[in-house]
């Protein structure tokens, strides 16, 4: 069996850097058990992009249909509020988060993708009253004329659009008769409430059209306080955040501005030891997630357990071949514990960092939307934070909040970021870490490029901070707010 030792002077070599010299240190890895965790790592990670690119985006959800009518019903009911909003405003939000021809254009290709998946005659009417709606009257009388000649309940639909929509005036009767159908057809929400009240007004039944239009009003007007809430949280962060960061960049002839840990980059362990460590734990963490993900099929009280349990072997190996080996603990080795000396410049350094991701992912917006890119819908819905339990929308929110930032950021940054670190100079191994993480999410382009840039900003977080845990507050933190979002618009 041949060392893993070999592979130190490798990893040893710096650019551009002046690091301290790796303690020496050879655990005598086998080499072929090494190769081995390779292969299975690698197998693991092709496996699962080969998985995320032939699943049908529409398989992940389950009731896609649901799922897409309560998302794009609360979509357009925050776009009504808007309407009724002071201009400064709908200015505000359109720069923040974008045009309102934008999310119709959207949530139109959202349900036309579905159309064409879903046997429920419903998205059909729903997409209908999407295109109405944005002006598209003329393919909407044709598609209803279309209906009048196929299998219930496609001619009730027709009735429905052509009574809304063509203009022409509709007796009472006939109004109270479409009303009591369109009331068993669709649930309350903004498809709804559009059609009942276009009928009521081509009726003239003033006394159901205020009903309804007050109700309509009275949910808009709540989902836009939260989203007001969610958009003046967001925008508080990055003022005190962004002053941190145009101070420390006036003193930045000063590269201890920020920081507040012990931790050194590069670290003290052998980058050729630390990477052995990084693939024997990971091969190890892959087999353990596969055995988990059928397990929680029968049992998903076993999902709280997943994430600390596949990166327990990780962390092992890494106390025992990185961090005790240099006379190092966690604390010490990851910067966990701050001096009480810079507990004041700690509570600064944390919006600081939150403030750098928010103002990114905000450029970012632009950039793809002036590209006319979007995340697909079923990248961010999740069904545990909008219909589950509360029990079971615990267990996420702790996945979310606790274990996805803690693990990630020792296994990302800690240990991956750090290992780069001793060959390459912090951007380019941020670079590298960070693809590696955004790839592990398995999400589309854009999503790739929000985690990538986050990526990025953890790990310069961790080199001028010397510790991992504004890192980790400012992870849980991101992670908080996106959950706290969808339980706010979509849960309730």
Not at 68 to 83: F, G, I
């Amino acid at each position: 069996m041949r060392s893993d030792s070999s592979l130190t002077d490798t990893f040893t070599s710096v650019t551009g850097d002046s690091p301290t010299a790796p303690l020496p240190y050879d655990p005598r890895f086998s080499r072929v058990v090494t190769v081995l965790s390779a292969i299975v790592l690698c197998a693991s990670i092709g496996l699962f992009a080969w998985f995320m690119l032939s699943l049908p985006r529409l398989d992940r959800v389950a009731s896609p249909e649901r799922a897409l009518h309560l998302m794009v019903s609360r979509m357009m009911d925050v776009e009504e509020a808007l309407r009724r909003a002071p201009e400064w405003e709908r200015v505000f939000y359109e720069i923040a988060v974008g045009s309102d021809a934008n999310e119709r254009d959207q949530a139109i290709a959202w349900y036309e993708e579905l159309s064409s998946y879903s046997e429920d005659p419903a998205v059909h009417l729903n997409l209908a009253v999407l295109e109405a709606e944005s002006g598209r009257l003329s393919e909407v009388m044709n598609k209803a004329g279309s209906w009048m000649d196929a299998e219930a309940p496609f001619p009730l639909f027709a009735r429905l659009l052509r009574g809304a929509y063509q203009g022409e005036r509709i007796s009472i009767e006939e109004e109270q008769g479409l009303q009591a159908e369109l009331a068993e057809l669709l649930p309350a929400g903004w498809f709804y409430d559009r059609l009942a009240i276009r009928l009521a007004r081509q009726a003239g039944d003033h006394a159901l059209l205020a009903s309804v239009e007050a109700a309509s009003t009275e949910r808009a007007e709540a989902l836009l306080w939260r989203s007001r809430a969610l958009a003046a949280t967001e925008l508080a962060v990055m003022l005190v955040g962004g002053t941190v960061l145009v101070s420390a960049w006036l003193r930045r002839c000063r590269t201890d501005v920020l920081r507040v840990g012990p931790a050194s980059l590069p670290p003290r362990w052998p980058g050729g030891v630390g990477a052995a460590v990084l693939l024997r734990g990971g091969a190890i963490g892959a087999v353990l997630t596969v055995a988990f993900l059928f397990a929680a099929i029968d049992y998903s009280s076993l999902r709280v357990l997943a994430i600390p349990l596949t990166n327990l072997p990780l962390l092992l190996l890494a106390r025992r071949h990185l961090l005790k080996p240099a006379g190092l603990g966690f604390a010490e080795g990851f910067g966990l514990k701050p001096a009480r000396r810079d507990l004041p410049r700690f509570a600064t350094v944390v919006p600081a960092i939150m403030a750098a991701g928010l103002l990114g992912e905000w450029v970012l917006g632009k950039v793809i939307e002036s590209l006319s890119l979007s995340s697909h819908w079923t990248e961010w819905f999740d069904a545990d934070l909008v219909w589950a339990p509360p029990s079971v929308m615990s267990i996420s929110l702790l996945e979310y909040v606790i274990f996805a930032p803690v693990f990630e950021e020792l296994a990302f940054r800690g240990l991956l970021f750090a290992i780069l670190r001793r060959r390459y100079g912090w951007e380019r191994s941020a670079l590298i870490s960070a693809g590696i993480f955004a790839v592990a999410h398995g999400y589309g382009l854009v999503g790739f490029l929000s985690v990538f840039w986050s990526g990025v900003v953890w790990a310069w977080a961790y080199e001028r901070t010397g510790s991992l845990l504004p890192g980790m507050i400012a992870h849980a933190a991101n992670n908080l707010f996106v959950c706290l979002s969808v339980i706010a618009l979509l849960r309730f």
